[in-house]
């Protein structure tokens, strides 16, 4: 059958208007660049794309618009995990409405220290009450802002019990031994890392694939190690986009939260200041920040 998500998708930022409302305008142009520049898909309203600071009807109107503005069903794969079940079911129902099977989800997240059986039995209640065999859940590990962690054996679990439906992780913790322990859980499984150093290595572990923040800028790199990994003949090519992205992502990550720093890149790159633009409690970075971005950016390009 094959791994129901694969290659290289984006962690797609939302541009935001004066009123800090989502920009589609805006929104539909990156995802064309994404599209164009090497992504295969586009992870729409997730940790990049401040899926957590926007409402239900805000959710439901981003996928809408990227829809109407010509991405497929088949190129998407929107966060749909929020805190509360309902509202989680409610929004995979909605992406299953539109034609879109495969979504990204958290678990419930703000009750912590909960056990592997309440984590189970919030997703076994979400995919029981969406009842839909065509949707395509991948699972969302990223603890270090969730608080709750996802263990091979709590997966291995669900993927026994909701075999196809659960399709894939994003990993997102950025420790190598655990996409490689999620990459030993075989099968179809897709394992799809969220860190950019990562990727070649998980890709040779026989992961699927990546969805990261740094891909709005770096796209055609990501591309690159996809298709570069296990061909000798490409191998100084692979280390130089390797090296790129490794820079880009430390450069990223300088300023705190990685979020304000891609909004400022693409500001940058595309000579668009209201790209700084965030909802609180994330803050643009300040003047002082972008000059030594700025700094830091002319040092890789050199």
Known sequence: MGFAI???????????????????????????????NGCDGLALLGTTGEANSFSVAERKAILEGVLAGGVTPEQLAPGVGVA?????????????????????????????NVSDDGVFASYARIIEGVADDRLRIVLYNFPQQSGVPLGLDLVARLIAAYPGIVAGVKDSTGKLENALGFCGLGGDFAVMVGSDPLFAQVLQAGG???????????APDLRVVYDAWNDPSRATELARAQARLEGWR????????QLPAIKALLARRDGDAGWNRLRPP?????????????????TLDA
């Not at 699927?208 to 770096?218: E, K, R």
Request: contains cysteine; negative net charge; charged residues 20%.
């Open 282 to 298: 994330l803050m643009a970075l300040t003047a002082e920040q972008r000059q030594e971005l700025d700094r830091r950016v002319r």
């Open 208 to 218: 699927a694939g990546c969805i990261t923040a740094v891909s709005n800028l770096c």
């Open 250 to 257: 430390e450069v990223s990550m300088a300023f705190g939260p």
């Open 6 to 36: 694969s290659g290289v998708w984006s962690a797609v930022a939302t541009p935001l208007d004066e009123a800090l409302n989502p920009d589609g305008a805006k929104l539909d142009r990156q995802c064309r660049w994404l599209l164009d």
């Open 84 to 112: 509360a079940i309902p509202e989680t079911t409610e929004l995979t129902r909605h992406a299953l409405g539109l034609g879109v099977t495969r979504v990204v989800m958290l678990p419930p997240f703000y009750y912590k």
